[in-house]
C-alpha cells in the first residue's frame, strides 16, 4: 500500500520570505500522480499544484513551485514570496492513475503559519 | 455550477443515533468517495464508488455504510453513531482516470456525545 509522510507538523516563515514543505511517499508503481493541497480555516480543500510522475519538469503555479525527487520519492512544496493568506494546513497527497485504484492517499498535514 | 455539496455542515449526534450525511455533486463525475479528517491523521478513506450501484471499502468503513443509486449521489450512513466517529467529513469527486485532482465538498463536522 502506498503511504504518504509529512515529517514537518509545523512550519513557520515571514511574510514575503521562501518556505520549503516536505514530502515524501513510498510506492512500487511507476506511473501515479501527487497532489499538494491547502486547507485554510474555512476547512475547504483547494488543490494547489499537481505533477505527474512521469513528468521530468517540476510543476509551477504562480508562487508555488514542486522539487519531485523521483528516486528519491519526495515531492516537496515551496513558495515564495510568502503572504498572510498562504497560512494554512497543507496536505501532500498521492494517487494511482487507474482503475478502481482512484484513491488519493493523504499526508497527515503541514501546518504553515505566515508572519509579519 | 454548484460543484460538490454536502448537507449537514455541523450535526451533533448522541452515542447510538443514526444519521445521513448527503453528498451531491453536479459534474458528472465517475468517482466518489467519502473522507474523514482527524487531528494529527491527515484525511482517511471510508468508501469511494467508482459509478452508479458500484462501492468498495476505504481504509476504515467499519461503522459506515454507502450506497450509490445515481451518479450525483453518494451519501454516507452512520448505522449506530459511536464517540470514536467525531471528526470532519469531507465528500469528493473526481472526473476519471488522468490529472485530476478531486473537488471536495466543504465538509460536515460531526460530534457524537
Known amino acids: 500500500a502506498q503511504t504518504v509522510t509529512q515529517s514537518q507538523p509545523e512550519m513557520s516563515v515571514q511574510e514575503a520570505e521562501t518556505v520549503t514543505l516536505s514530502c515524501t511517499y513510498d510506492?512500487?508503481?511507476?506511473?501515479?500522480?501527487l497532489f499538494w493541497y491547502k486547507q485554510p480555516p474555512s476547512r475547504q480543500m483547494i488543490l494547489v499544484i499537481r505533477?505527474?510522475?512521469?513528468?521530468?519538469q517540476n510543476a509551477t503555479e504562480n508562487r508555488f513551485s514542486v522539487n519531485f525527487q523521483k528516486a528519491a520519492k519526495s515531492f516537496s512544496l515551496k513558495i515564495s514570496d510568502s503572504q498572510l493568506g498562504d497560512a494554512a494546513m497543507y496536505f501532500c497527497?498521492?494517487?494511482?492513475?487507474?482503475?478502481?485504484?482512484?484513491?488519493?492517499?493523504f499526508g497527515t498535514g503541514t501546518r504553515l503559519q505566515v508572519t509579519l | 455550477n454548484a460543484g460538490v455539496t454536502q448537507t449537514p455542515k455541523f450535526q451533533v449526534l448522541k452515542t447510538g443515533q443514526s444519521m445521513t450525511l448527503q453528498c451531491a455533486q453536479d459534474?458528472?463525475?465517475?468517482?466518489m468517495s467519502w473522507y474523514r479528517q482527524d487531528p494529527g491523521m491527515g484525511l482517511r478513506l471510508i468508501h469511494y464508488?467508482?459509478?452508479?450501484?458500484?462501492?468498495d471499502q476505504g481504509e476504515v468503513p467499519n461503522g459506515y455504510n454507502v450506497s450509490r443509486s445515481t451518479t450525483e449521489d453518494f451519501p454516507l450512513r452512520l448505522l449506530s453513531a459511536a464517540p470514536s466517529q467525531t471528526s470532519v467529513y469531507f465528500c469528493?469527486?473526481?472526473?476519471?482516470?488522468?490529472?485530476?485532482?478531486?473537488?471536495f465538498g466543504s465538509g460536515t463536522r460531526l460530534t457524537v456525545v
Open positions: 497527497a498521492y494517487r494511482t492513475p487507474y482503475g478502481t485504484a482512484s484513491k488519493l492517499t
Open positions: 510506492t512500487s508503481e511507476s506511473d501515479y500522480y
Open positions: 505533477q505527474e510522475a512521469y513528468k521530468q
Open positions: 459534474m458528472n463525475h465517475e468517482y
Open positions: 464508488s467508482v459509478g452508479a450501484g458500484i462501492t
Open positions: 469528493a469527486s473526481i472526473k476519471g482516470g488522468g490529472l485530476y485532482g478531486y473537488t
